[in-house]
């Protein structure tokens, strides 16, 4: 990071400021995602909040994250990752406020998009500043940020319940607010130093390219390969968070208890994922190592499933979820394969469009095999065929090339 002074505030001093401002935005990232379900049976006695309703709540997330990865990298252009992350932190307190306050359903809708659409621009912005303030030390810093937006996965499922046991479902929501508004304070104490960068980083933008169009990074494999792998990831993980109990209890004869330990096995998987993947993914050679071994195990994990379910259920589980260690790796290759923390944004932004896309509509094609076939292998197959693809970016990622490089040869070979 540059710009070695400012006003009170040095080099090393603002630099831990940035990392504790990028783990408390992490830490607040998926609270609100989590805590809606939890309460659903409380919401309903206030506002009507049928299967269907709950239903649309779900589908929100994915669909708010991609697009919030076409406009965010141009919004930080003009305000700054600081200036993002400000807003992004002001926008979800006051998301988490309005759902508590909700008078309708329509009220907890709106403050639900509003509320997905910050995360998803805190989604894109968090490999930039991790670029920006720890260059040098990406993959420790991602393998902390990975972890607290695990943790804040969690945390609503046993706290919330308890906010809402004690104080009502509003109170519940709307508590979650704090985090956000601790979110804010590290980057509001920066900006003394900001200000005193911003010229220089002004500087820094007018030498690079603009923010890329959503087809333009088409042109960078290795763009292509993080967002291939991140898609995979995704696809499978949101996948399986609504086939697996399903499947367990109607081919390896399960119960429905037994089903939700094997879904929270799965989701329990991605807290050491998250603090070791990062780490090794900046590593060289890694990379392919980790793409290989994530393509073996969700396939092995997959075509267990379909052909001897009942043997080994939590072991295919345990499988499918090392499957899906390539997301905490793209997270950390974003800022590892750029130069610079505005092309870690725009990668990032393009590859949150596209991989929760991918990630939104996996359950739905999924889900729809099941209804057409009324057998649960075609999607436990499709799945496992997806999940393949990702083999490709063995060679590309093993190049080790970065996103800059790529693009300037794409436009030297258009141009001669």
């Known amino acids: 990071m540059r710009g070695s002074?400012?006003?009170?505030?040095?080099?090393?001093?603002?630099?831990?400021?940035?990392?504790?401002?990028?783990?408390?935005l992490a830490l607040g990232g998926r609270t609100g995602v989590a805590a809606l379900s939890p309460l659903a049976t409380e919401i309903e006695l206030d506002l009507p909040l049928s299967g269907l309703w709950l239903g649309l709540l779900g589908t929100i997330p994915p669909l708010a994250y991609a697009l919030a990865g076409l406009y965010t990298p141009r919004v930080t252009r003009r305000m700054g990752l600081e200036g993002v992350a400000i807003a992004v932190a002001a926008v979800t307190t006051l998301a988490h406020l309005a759902r508590g306050l909700a008078p309708s359903y329509?009220?907890?809708?709106?403050?639900?998009?509003?509320?997905?659409?910050?995360?998803?621009?805190?989604?894109?912005?968090?490999?930039?500043?991790?670029?920006?303030?720890a260059p040098a030390h990406i993959g420790r810093v991602t393998a902390l940020y990975s972890t607290a937006m695990a943790i804040s996965t969690a945390l609503?499922?046993?706290?919330?319940?308890?906010?809402?046991?004690?104080?009502?479902?509003?109170i519940a929501l709307g508590s979650w607010a704090v985090i956000s508004i601790l979110a804010v304070v590290p980057w509001l104490l920066l900006i003394p130093f900001i200000r005193r960068r911003a010229a220089q980083e002004k500087a820094e933008l007018g030498e690079i390219p603009a923010v890329p169009k959503?087809?333009?990074?088409?042109?960078?494999?290795?763009?292509?390969s993080i967002t291939l792998i991140f898609a995979a990831s995704g696809l499978s993980a949101y996948s399986v968070f609504a086939l697996l109990p399903p499947v367990l209890i109607d081919q390896a004869g399960a119960t429905p208890a037994e089903a939700a330990i094997a879904l929270t096995l799965f989701s329990i998987?991605?807290?050491?994922?998250?603090?070791?993947?990062?780490?090794?993914a900046v590593r060289p050679k890694w990379p392919s190592r980790l793409v290989v071994l994530a393509a073996a195990s969700s396939v092995s994990g997959y075509l267990g499933l379909v052909v001897?379910?009942?043997?080994?259920?939590?072991?295919?589980?345990?499988?499918?979820?090392?499957?899906?260690?390539?997301?905490?790796?793209?997270?950390a290759l974003i800022g590892a394969r750029t130069r610079t923390p505005q092309m870690a944004t725009d990668v990032s932004g393009f590859v949150n469009t596209v991989g929760y896309l991918f990630a939104g509509i996996g359950p739905i094609v999924t889900?729809?095999?099941?209804?057409?076939?009324?057998l649960w292998e075609p999607s436990l197959l499709l799945l496992a065929g997806l999940t393949a693809l990702v083999l490709p970016a063995v060679w590309i990622l093993g190049r080790e090339e970065y996103v800059e490089d790529e693009l300037t040869r794409g436009r030297a070979r258009e141009s001669a």
């Open 5 to 24: 002074r400012s006003v009170g505030i040095d080099r090393r001093s603002a630099t831990w400021l940035g990392i504790a401002g990028v783990l408390l």
């Open 106 to 133: 329509v009220g907890l809708f709106t403050a639900t998009v509003v509320l997905m659409l910050g995360v998803g621009s805190l989604n894109v912005i968090l490999p930039g500043l991790v670029k920006l303030y």
């Open 156 to 170: 609503p499922a046993g706290v919330g319940l308890w906010l809402a046991n004690g104080f009502g479902w509003r």
């Open 214 to 224: 959503l087809g333009a990074l088409r042109h960078s494999p290795t763009a292509m």
């Open 269 to 280: 998987m991605g807290l050491p994922m998250s603090l070791t993947i990062p780490l090794l």
């Open 308 to 331: 001897a379910p009942a043997a080994w259920p939590l072991g295919w589980t345990v499988l499918a979820a090392l499957g899906t260690l390539t997301f905490s790796m793209s997270l």
């Open 367 to 374: 889900g729809l095999l099941h209804e057409v076939t009324g």
